[in-house]
C-alpha cells in the first residue's frame, strides 16, 4: 500500500515550491491452524523480542474451549467480585482515617457553618450605592 501526499513548503504565493512524501506499507499475514498454544506463543515472544524498529505487528490469536465454558466463567467471575471487595470498600479514602473524621466534624460544626454562610448574607443585605 502507498500513500503519497504533497506540502507547500511555504505559505501565500509559493505555492510551485513544495514537497513530496512516500509511505510504502508492506503487508504479511501468517495463518496458523491447529497449532500447540504454548508454541504459537513462545513463537509470538520470539517475534516481538526480535522485531525491526518501525517494523509492527498485530497477532489475533484464537482457541477453543470446551462446551459450557460460560457457567465457569460465571463462577470466575464471581469469585473475583468476591476478592475485589475489600479493596473497592477502601478506594477513595485516605490511609489516615482520623484526619479525614476531623475534617468532617470541622465542616459540621455550628461555627465553621456561620462563618462560611455569614459574610455572604451581610453582602448581599447591604445597599448598592
Do not use: C
Request: cysteine-free.
Amino acid at each position: 500500500m502507498k500513500e503519497r501526499w504533497t506540502i507547500p513548503r511555504s505559505s501565500f504565493i509559493h505555492k510551485r515550491s513544495q514537497e513530496n512524501f512516500e509511505r510504502i506499507t508492506l503487508r504479511r499475514l501468517i495463518q496458523i491452524q491447529d497449532g500447540n498454544t504454548e508454541t504459537v506463543e513462545i513463537w509470538l515472544a520470539f517475534l516481538r523480542k526480535h522485531a525491526y524498529y518501525g517494523i509492527g505487528m498485530k497477532a489475533n490469536v484464537w482457541g477453543y474451549e470446551k462446551l459450557g465454558v460460560g457457567k465457569t466463567m460465571d463462577v470466575s467471575l464471581e469469585d473475583l467480585k468476591n476478592g475485589l471487595e475489600p479493596r473497592w470498600a477502601s478506594f477513595g479514602i485516605p490511609k489516615n482515617h482520623e484526619t479525614s473524621k476531623k475534617v468532617l466534624e470541622m465542616m459540621s460544626r455550628k461555627e465553621f457553618r456561620q462563618t462560611s454562610d455569614g459574610p455572604m448574607k451581610e453582602q448581599n443585605k447591604k445597599p448598592l450605592g
